[in-house]
């Protein structure tokens, strides 16, 4: 599966963005997907997961409350809404797909590492 995220761009403090990831490939509807962040120097974190069906939700404690991770299958797409947006939230956001985990909490507990398919990431970047 092959996997391009957008929609990142500059806001400020307190805002809201709408990152999308789009996904070629008729299996799409069949894999958990994840996104996550990197900045410069730190390795990259994870953010939130959904499992196939999207019934299931897992968030890293940090956006919490925050964000929302949503998939729509028919249009081979996963999105991520960041309301409330921070400073430290800046960061180069990517969407992921692991070849053999199923749910969205393992997505989150196996992290970076446990994911096979990656696309380019989209800069967030949050102004104070």
């Known amino acids: 599966v092959q996997l391009q995220a957008f929609g990142g761009g500059l806001v400020q403090a307190g805002g809201s963005l709408r990152l999308s990831c789009a996904a070629s490939?008729?299996?799409?509807?069949?894999?958990?997907m994840g996104w996550f962040r990197q900045v410069p120097g730190k390795e990259r974190e994870f953010v939130a997961a959904?499992?196939?069906?999207?019934?299931?939700?897992y968030y890293a404690d940090s956006v919490k409350g925050r964000f929302t991770i949503s998939r729509d299958n028919a249009k081979n797409t996963v999105y991520l809404q960041m309301n409330s947006l921070k400073p430290e939230d800046t960061a180069v956001y990517y969407c992921?797909?692991?070849?053999?985990?199923?749910?969205?909490?393992?997505?989150?507990?196996?992290?970076?590492?446990?994911?096979?398919?990656w696309g380019k990431g989209t800069l967030v970047t949050v102004s104070s």
């Open positions: 992921a797909a692991p070849q053999r985990i199923t749910t969205a909490q393992a997505v989150g507990i196996m992290g970076a590492d446990g994911m096979d398919y």
């Open positions: 490939g008729r299996t799409f509807s069949s894999y958990a």
């Open positions: 959904i499992n196939w069906s999207g019934g299931s939700t």
